[in-house]
């Protein structure tokens, strides 16, 4: 195919309509040329880490014709860069979505995107079972905006409908959920939400758009933490919004202000990781999959909570919505807290570490995690019990992994 050669100093528009025989295609030749092709300097196949902090005019004629609008191109670093908007594309067109915003991490995806949406005295829903730190951001940073938050159970419906008022703003939900992997029903959702005008915003780290695309049951943005299975290598941090453009649009302007943006570098190894984003979700729903079914008929494990099993409280939705389950499992030990670090000190395979969706697999209890400081009580009431253990499973051999818990799960006695 005949590529076409730009000068440097004429940068691209964000332009999401890739290449037609990108869009066309698979979603593994997506992850690999998606938002690069036809988009290269000086011939190179991969997009360069443009390390700049800021971009120069060549005369004041060109200035003008960029403040005018006739002109795309790029300004100061805070407002874009060649490297992230190559990865920006790719997300958009992983997503579905008419644009995509990188931020610093997901976190920050996450509350800058709250920041910017919600009006002060606004109302905002939530599920109990999620990422700990969005639960703090509304209750420690959006309340002092007199945001109000109601916390309903996930993927409960009927607790959805209680909720919504006629003033509700938002209705945010990360699917799969952290930890117990609940997988709500967005088509229902979204029927409850938008017949309210509220927004609906889906957390999809653990689904990936190779699991399952929100966007396309009527969510009307997704958010990830990309330091999960986008980049996939635990090696950097980052985090996407993608939408229509208008949302996005509105995103990238509280962006521009509260200055939460990602690195040149970092944004290349996004780029890098994302192209064996196929190759790699394969091979982590797989190991997943094999590892539930093993808990599930181990004497040593209690309870075992991945949306493919039958025995999940969501696998009716679940296997409604999904292409694949994801990569982490969650489990229950049978036995106590002490009993249940045995097992984790016993694994061999896995680091102990937060984390998830990376090549190498890790393992952790949320108890002395990220639940450690506050108390036993409040933490049960969380549902977060002592010998609760969360595996994310890397795209080692599944031999291997299951071998390594079998042989740890033997000291895991009471
Ligand atoms: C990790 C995670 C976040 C936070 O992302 P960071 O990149 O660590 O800031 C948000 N939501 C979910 C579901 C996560 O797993």
Redesign the pocket.
Known sequence: MQMQRKPVLEAEKLNIVNDEVVSVSGESTRSVHAGERGHHTCDTITIPIHQTATFWFKNSEELRAYQEGRLARNEYGRYGNPTWQAVERKLADLEFAEEALLF???????TTTLFALLPKGGHLIITSD??R??RQFCFEFLARMDVKTTVIEPSNLDQLSDALCDDTDLFFS?LP??PYLRVLDVPEAVKLAGANGTTVII?S??ATPLNYRPLKDGADLV??????YLGGHNDL???VAAGSSNIVQSLRKAVGILGGITTPQNAYLLLRGLKTLGLRMARHNDNAFRIARMLESHPRVRRVFYPGLESHPDHQTAASLLKGYGGVVTFEIDGNLEAAERFVDRCRIPYIA????GVESLIEMPAVMSYWDISREKRLGYGISDSLVRYSCGIEDPEDLIADLCQALEVAAP
């Open positions: 610093a991490s997901g976190m920050n995806a996450v999620c990422y730190r969005t990360e959920t952290n957390d780290t653990f958010i990830h933490s990309a330091t999960k941090l980052a985090g937060p984390s998830l969706g």
